[in-house]
């Protein structure tokens, strides 16, 4: 208990246990599943481009954040860096049954992702759509067509004034 410890497989799956970390003596383990977790529909945007894995002991709080270190599959992680897309480690929260997002940092030459936690339980790695970046708009003032609707929504506070903006929009750029 109390002495710092590293575990990584083959794959480079692993975990990083600083000193102090866990303060009772305690096994630690990790299954790696190659499936492609559920995800519900507000979701739909995240794309699995790893193995899930399940750290344990799952309900033990670490006093010091872990290490995690997830892979991702080299074919999966091609075709979301070529749209643009992020990676992001999640764990599901068995509560909400929704993958929350934890961040991480890639290393896209090994094909992993390391983030840290508090806690064990299942974790994967996500490709994260990209923000699309708005178009400038066409008289070249270069405020684009979501700042203009986020300005009147603000500035206006109503509703019919938004939407009458946002119908103004979508009528114009029909016609262009």
Request: aromatic share 6%; with cysteine.
């Amino acid at each position: 208990a109390g002495a710092a410890a590293t575990i990584t497989g083959a794959s480079g799956i692993g975990v990083d246990i600083p000193a102090g970390a866990i303060t009772t003596n305690t096994s630690v383990s990790v299954s790696v599943y190659d499936i492609v977790p559920t995800l519900s529909p507000a979701q739909a945007t995240l794309t699995p481009v790893g193995p899930v894995c399940d750290f344990q002991p799952e309900g033990v709080t670490f006093a010091q954040k872990v290490d995690l270190t997830l892979v991702l599959d080299a074919t999966k992680q091609a075709a979301e860096a070529a749209k643009g897309n992020t990676f992001k480690a999640h764990f599901l929260d068995k509560t909400t049954q929704l993958w929350t997002d934890m961040g991480g940092t890639l290393d896209a030459a090994a094909g992993t992702l390391t983030t840290q936690t508090d806690h064990f339980s299942l974790w994967t790695v996500m490709s994260v759509p990209a923000t699309a970046t708005p178009e400038p708009d066409d008289d070249g003032g270069g405020m684009s067509t979501t700042t203009i609707i986020i300005i009147a929504a603000c500035a206006g506070g109503g509703v019919l004034l938004l939407c009458c903006i946002v119908g103004f929009l979508m009528r114009r750029n029909k016609q262009s």
